[in-house]
């Protein structure tokens, strides 16, 4: 009888076995020969379904050179609003997109904001005029309308939806809308008296219809005084990556249907309720993850100790103080199908810390008492109910990178390690950059994937990629 190296097996397979084993609590082997016997006695049965894809990053296609060739071209047309002010700042933001912006402003637009500003700001004339001879030379309201990858309405007046939805072209700007086969993004800003009127609801409801895209308007304060409700444009951020998401292609989503928890950052331990003992993780690592996560499609839970970071979009984000805590609010996340333990928990905490703020005495210094922490990684890796499918840890160490890595990963129970060496001279803690080893298990054996120096958001698209890989994901 031949036998099989499970060793000689390209890594995803096994990656792939190592989880059907798990799944199915028995050991790789026993796995392999369930598989075998099950081909054997069912010869006319389809082999079972072993995922081999490779890691495909999923990395956000670039945009062409900054001088304008690849670039794609956004038209703003600006309405004649109070919030035209922001148009201009918006015409920054597309740019720092990597976006060619062209504007076009209505004669109204132009008793707000004067077209010298917007064109300035473009880098190239504003258009204003239907009939102007050198508008028509230059490029026309049929070249204005098809030169173009998006067209963006900021701001978008109850006026110009109106025009719209009735398809009127008596003006450059509506000429253009009349005469496009672009997609079209509006911003709508207007008292929120106008934007309540039936009228203004007809014809927006007419351009959604229509396959107009909208985005706001946002509730606030308005520019009159003591006015406030539904009418705020958006701000010109979230036009300009609302106006970003029109113009890329649709991204795979080889991790949707997936459950994943991840945690981050560091934990503060208290001392007393004004100091705590705390370590330099920055979170951004854990963050990356979590929004790679996010943005291939699963459903993700961010369960992050005290960092100064934004929320990743699309991510539900639980904000905690110490160990216990986030040992806590892992549990009550589970079960889910992968746990990627990025955070950088504190080994120890303070068994007796002060409730009041501890003061500086005669007697000396205050003796504090260590005791140790809970091991999440440890904990969740040897569940015998809920274990999640894969879980991953992190492994920071400034010294014997591979030996405490690999011993960390037989120690803790779990599937995968990354290895990171956080001495100071790395960069790290705290940086932007990372230089991680993947560690896998393989029966008895270890394999490592060591990858080059790569941003934080590389790596975790990586780690992404690897994961979808792995758990039979591959891109769509
Ligand atoms: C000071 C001032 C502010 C205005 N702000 C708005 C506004 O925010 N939204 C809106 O729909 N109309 C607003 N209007 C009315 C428009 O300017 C008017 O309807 C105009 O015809 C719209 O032109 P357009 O179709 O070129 O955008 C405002 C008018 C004035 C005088």
Redesign the pocket.
């Given at each position: 009888m031949a036998s099989l190296t499970v060793r000689k097996l390209d890594d995803a397979l096994k990656a792939s076995l190592r989880l059907r084993a798990a799944r199915n609590g028995r050991s790789v082997e026993d796995e392999v020969r369930m598989i075998l016997r099950d081909a054997a006695e069912a010869p006319a049965a389809a082999p079972p379904a072993l995922p081999t894809a490779p890691p495909v990053p999923a990395a956000r296609p670039q945009y062409g050179d900054r001088a304008g060739a690849g670039r794609p071209r956004v038209t703003l047309i600006i309405?004649?609003?109070?919030?035209a002010y922001k148009a201009l700042d918006l015409i920054r933001r597309l740019k720092d997109r990597g976006l060619h912006v062209r504007c076009v402003m209505?004669?109204?637009?132009q008793?707000f904001v004067a077209p010298l500003t917007a064109g300035a700001l473009a880098d190239e004339r504003c258009y204003t005029d239907l009939f102007d001879p050198q508008s028509e030379f230059d490029a026309g309201h049929i070249r204005l309308a098809r030169d173009t990858d998006l067209i963006v309405i900021a701001?978008a007046?109850?006026?110009?939806m109106a025009?719209m939805a009735q398809g009127h072209a008596d003006d450059l700007?509506t000429a253009i809308l009349l005469a496009t086969n672009r997609p079209v993004l509006l911003a709508p800003?207007?008292?929120p008296l106008?934007w309540a009127n039936a009228a203004t609801k007809r014809n927006v409801a007419q351009l959604i219809r229509d396959g107009v895209h909208v985005i706001g308007p946002n509730s606030g304060e308005m520019a009159e005084a003591n006015e406030a409700g539904v009418g705020r444009m958006s701000e010109p951020l979230e036009i300009a990556a609302a106006a970003d998401a029109l113009l890329r292609p649709p991204q795979a989503r080889p991790l949707a249907g997936t459950t994943i928890l991840v945690t981050a950052g560091p934990t503060h331990e208290p001392i007393d309720p004004v100091r705590y003992i705390a370590n330099r993780s920055s979170g951004k690592q854990g963050f990356a993850i979590a929004a790679a996560a996010a943005q291939a499609g699963a459903e993700v839970t961010l369960v992050s100790g005290p960092v100064d970071l934004a929320d990743p979009p699309g991510v539900r984000v639980i904000r905690v103080e110490s160990a216990r805590d986030m040992l806590a609010q892992v549990e009550t996340m589970l079960p889910v199908n992968i746990a990627i333990f990025a955070a950088a928990v504190a080994d120890w905490r303070v068994a007796n810390a002060g409730e009041q703020k501890i003061k500086k005495t005669a007697q000396g210094m205050p003796q504090l008492a260590l005791v140790e922490n809970p091991d999440i990684l440890a904990t969740v890796s040897k569940l015998t109910h809920n274990r999640p499918l894969l879980v991953i840890g992190f492994a920071a160490e400034t010294e014997h990178l591979i030996d405490n890595a690999t011993a960390k990963l037989r120690r803790k129970g779990c599937d995968w390690i990354v290895a990171n060496d956080v001495s100071p001279a790395t960069g790290v803690m705290g940086g932007d950059r990372n230089t991680v080893h993947v560690l896998t298990r393989d029966h008895e054996d270890v394999a490592i994937d060591s990858w080059p120096v790569m941003t934080k958001d590389e790596v975790a698209t990586a780690l992404v990629a690897k994961i979808a890989a792995a758990t039979g994901h591959p891109p769509a």
């Open positions: 309405g004649g609003g109070i919030a209505t004669r109204a637009a008793q701001p007046t109850a006026d110009l025009k700007a800003a207007m008292n106008m």
